[in-house]
């Protein structure tokens, strides 16, 4: 359907961003993108390690944000 609306990038954080100077000097091998369609966001995450507890992935989320 052409007029159904469409998931669009709203945002990429990774190391081969090289418009983004900070995700450009990463070398986690973290990226995230964001993606957003008809108000709904979905953000996928790749290069983290597997974490089994809340304590464990707030630090990840909190040292994201710094970055």
Same mark, same amino acid.
């Given at each position: =359907? @052409? +007029?159904? $609306?469409?998931?669009t990038?709203?945002?990429?954080?990774? $190391? =081969?961003?090289? #418009? =983004?100077?900070?995700?450009s000097? $990463?070398k $986690?091998?973290?990226? #995230?993108t &964001?993606?957003r369609?008809?108000g709904?966001n %979905? !953000?996928? %995450?790749?290069?983290?390690e @597997?974490? %089994?507890n809340f304590t464990?992935i +707030?630090?990840d !989320?909190i +040292? &994201?944000?710094v !970055?």
């Open positions: =359907d @052409p +007029t159904a $609306s469409r998931w990038i709203a945002h990429y954080y990774g $190391s =081969d961003n090289t #418009a =983004d100077p900070n995700a000097q $990463s $986690s091998g973290f990226a #995230a &964001l993606f369609k008809s709904e %979905v !953000l996928a %995450v790749r290069g983290m @597997p974490i %089994v464990g +707030t630090r !989320l +040292t &994201l944000t !970055l």
